[in-house]
């Protein structure tokens, strides 16, 4: 049997498979058709100090390869998530809470409130689809930076994971800006900014108009930028964007990417996640890999020494 397990932060996970952030709820759902338990760890819905109702319906659309969602970080808020899910998510694996905010400040109680109950939080400045908060913190490098240090000022004990946006100027230099304002981690990508059209009534699918595109349609963007992410820092990186098979995550890891995040294809295969670890375990055995982690960062780029990035 091969050594599935790989270190994040300091904090030791028995396999690199998570199911990514508003993809799985907080796992109840998902726990009736298999024990959740096999899982390296579970990322919530992104956690907000009040609970929200989320964006207006049609907030999900297909498109070809993808999906786009204007969901708007629908939650119960962060203090039901520890009355009711915390204890029992934290007896099946490690914990990941996913927060957001309004405004900075609110991300500073956040990460107080959760600080010593979960495994690790994950900073959510890059969610496209609310209006004040969410991404507007994550383009500039100097936001990101900023945000990252209030938060991690407001931390004594649990690591910190800020999740980078996508529709950014450059994914080097946000990594860096994070990594510079305290960082423990990074994880990337959220989902890209998109618009679809129902040509009948010449209009977006959407209610909100736009959306965050996700699916194996952005897998080759997303494993560009952790390539580009985790080569331009020290810290660890948590890598995903249209991971479907355990192919793909060896993909992201080979790009970089200490642990996976597998997201909108939970909603196709609910049974996704467990057999992305079953599929790591025959790839290793079939090619005489002891330790998975032996994996990170060993694709060597063609005939040159560094993308231009
Ligand atoms: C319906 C839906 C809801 C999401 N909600 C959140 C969220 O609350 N917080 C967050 O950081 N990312 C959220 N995401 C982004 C995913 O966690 C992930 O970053 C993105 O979908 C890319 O991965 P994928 O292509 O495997 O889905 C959401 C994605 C989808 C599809």
Known sequence: MSDLGVTLCGVALKNPVIPASGTFGFGREF??????????????????????????????AESRGVILNAVGLQNPG????????????????????????????????????????????????????????????????????NVTRVAKNALKRTPLLV??????????????????????????????TGMTIDIERRRPVLANNTGGVSGAGIKPLAVRMVYEASHAVRIPVVGMGGITCAEDALEFMMAGATAVQVGTQNFTDALACPKIVAGLERWCASHGVEKLESVIGSAVLNGQRSLKC
């Open 78 to 145: 962060v203090e039901h998530f520890i009355a009711h899910d915390l204890n029992w998510l934290k007896n099946k694996t490690r914990v990941i809470a996913n927060v957001a905010g309004r405004e900075i400040g609110d991300y500073a109680k956040m990460c107080a409130r959760l600080d010593g109950l979960v495994d690790f939080i994950e900073l959510n400045i890059s969610c496209p689809n609310v209006k004040c908060g969410g991404m507007s913190l994550g383009v500039r490098p100097e936001d990101v930076e």
């Open 31 to 60: 726990d009736e058709l298999y024990d959740i338990s096999v899982l390296g760890a579970v990322c919530t819905k992104g956690l907000t100090l009040e609970p929200r109702a989320g964006n207006p319906t049609p907030r999900i």
């Open 163 to 192: 999740k980078l946006s996508p529709n950014v100027e450059s994914i080097a230099e946000n990594a860096r800006a994070a990594e510079r304002g305290g960082a423990d981690g990074l994880s990337l990508v959220n989902t890209f």
